[in-house]
């Protein structure tokens, strides 16, 4: 089973402190990712990942930086964080989509940020 | 406008009925995603689909490329079904997908 974890699952901030979020995947996949959900919304991409060292924007990327150190390891890091980016964030992985390859999209449990 | 747009936003069913729920595409869709997320937040895999036809349990999914849609069918619902539905798109490009909003089911006795 495919497995994606993420810590803090909880974590209460103050305006313009940093925050970091972590995820961790064990499915060898290439892809990663890092979505944002507003209560009652669907999800909005933040950053991906396609190979480690490396990081892409997705479509609201402002506010947030990600770092892929490892294959395995993708965070998400707020450096100035405030009210609006309370959410809850959701850490996906995945091979290739677009194929036959059953790439499924695996999503971790999400964390639930409270900017204060 | 909206890249998938997944109708309709919200949905009640007895217990036993049939629904479908859609997703259409104005984005050149190469494969297809059905996620649930259910009360207590987690997203749950249901299907990856290339164009054609999945059956699992009482889920059937079904893509049409050509016509840019997917459909999910819920057949005999029951109350563990409710929760948020979500489809997705992938294109040629692989590197991500595009969600839709969401149907929110909830099933009654």
């Known amino acids: 089973e495919a497995a994606v974890t993420q810590s803090p699952r909880s974590k209460v901030a103050v305006t313009g402190g940093k925050v970091t979020l972590s995820c961790h995947q064990t499915?060898?996949?290439?892809?990663m990712y890092w979505y944002r959900q507003d209560t009652g919304h669907g999800l909005r991409l933040i950053h991906y990942?396609?190979?480690?060292?490396?990081?892409e924007k997705g479509d609201i990327p402002d506010g947030y930086k990600a770092s892929r150190p490892s294959q395995e390891n993708f965070s998400l890091i707020l450096e100035l964080a405030s009210l609006s980016q309370t959410a809850v964030y959701f850490c996906?992985?995945?091979?290739?989509?677009?194929?036959?390859?059953?790439?499924?999209?695996?999503f971790g449990p999400g964390t639930r940020l409270l900017v204060l | 406008g909206d890249k998938v747009k997944q109708s309709p936003s919200a949905l009640s069913l007895q217990e036993g009925t049939n629904s479908a729920l859609r997703c259409n595409f104005s984005?050149?869709?190469?494969?297809v995603q059905w996620f649930l997320q259910n009360p207590r937040g987690s997203l749950i895999n249901l299907f990856y689909?290339?164009?054609g036809t999945k059956e699992n349990g009482r889920l059937k999914s079904t893509f049409n490329s050509k016509e840019s849609y997917s459909t999910l069918h819920i057949r005999d619902a029951q109350l563990e079904d409710s929760g948020t539905y979500f489809c997705a798109a992938a294109t040629s490009s692989g590197q991500k997908l595009v969600f839709g909003q969401g149907t929110i089911l909830k099933v009654y006795l």
């Open positions: 996906a992985s995945s091979g290739r989509l677009g194929g036959a390859n059953q790439d499924t999209q695996y």
């Open positions: 990942s396609y190979v480690a060292d490396s990081t």
């Open positions: 689909l290339v164009p």
């Open positions: 984005i050149a869709a190469t494969t």
């Open positions: 499915n060898n996949h290439d892809y």
